[in-house]
């Protein structure tokens, strides 16, 4: 059975960079598409990025400037940093695997304050 | 980048009705490559259906997906008390991927 579980840090100072980690059990992160989504609370669903075969990414225009999508093929993980970050980005973050999000993480609340 | 507007916004309906909602796209999806996605408070989303009309892994046969190009629905043939929830469509046919503002389905 394929899991996805997102883990760092719940609370980030504005300015700081955003670090998280989504480990993958039951599959490798050698295939498929991983995706990082977002929803800021009580909002819609926001596509950050995804990398595919480990290596080549794709970011959303409105992020790219900020956004890092990486993945570690001997932890079975993908990561995701976001620099600069403000209060805007607030939110529940969310892994998935595949390009249609046949499988989602639990998600992750970070909050942006000081 | 490709606007998906979801209607209506609420569906307001009771337990055994029908659930009909709306997916429209700015321009064209490609190969059909519209999904939607279920959401209940509190958790992570769901695949409902992809590739505009296939229903995913485990998903119950009265849910059902139309449509091509611009136009697309999700239908519920009777609904039941669990599926009332949000509904998001999501095009991954080009970048940036782009998912609907949802559609709440509540119990009238």
């Known amino acids: 059975q394929v899991q996805l579980q997102e883990s760092g840090p719940g609370l980030v100072k504005p300015s700081e960079t955003l670090s998280l980690t989504c480990t993958v059990s039951?599959?490798?992160?050698?295939?498929?598409?991983w995706s990082w989504i977002r929803q800021p609370p009580g909002k819609g669903l926001e596509w950050i990025g995804y990398?595919?075969?480990?290596?080549?990414?794709n970011y959303n225009p409105l992020l790219q400037s900020r956004v890092t999508i990486s993945a570690d093929t001997s932890k079975n993980q993908f990561s995701l940093k976001l620099s600069s970050v403000t209060a805007a980005d607030t939110a529940v973050y969310y892994c998935?695997?595949?390009?249609?999000?046949?499988?989602w993480g639990q998600g992750i609340l970070v909050t942006v304050s000081s | 980048e490709i606007v998906l507007t979801q209607s209506p916004g609420t569906l307001s309906l009771s337990p055994g009705e029908r659930a009909t909602l709306s997916c429209r796209a700015s321009?064209?999806?490609?190969?059909?490559?519209l999904a939607w996605h279920q959401q209940k408070p509190g958790q992570a989303p769901r695949l409902l259906i992809y590739?505009?009309?296939t229903r995913a892994s485990g998903i119950p046969d009265r849910f059902s997906g139309s449509g091509s190009g611009t136009d697309f629905t999700l239908t519920i043939s009777r609904l039941e008390p669990e599926d009332f929830a949000v509904y998001y469509c999501?095009?991954?046919?080009?970048?940036?991927?782009?998912f609907g503002q949802g559609t709440k389905v509540e119990i009238k």
């Open positions: 998935a695997r595949g390009d249609y999000y046949h499988l």
């Open positions: 039951g599959d490798s992160i050698g295939s498929y598409y």
């Open positions: 990398i595919y075969y480990t290596a080549s990414t």
């Open positions: 321009r064209s999806v490609n190969s059909n490559y």
């Open positions: 590739g505009a009309s």
């Open positions: 999501h095009q991954y046919s080009s970048s940036p991927r782009t």
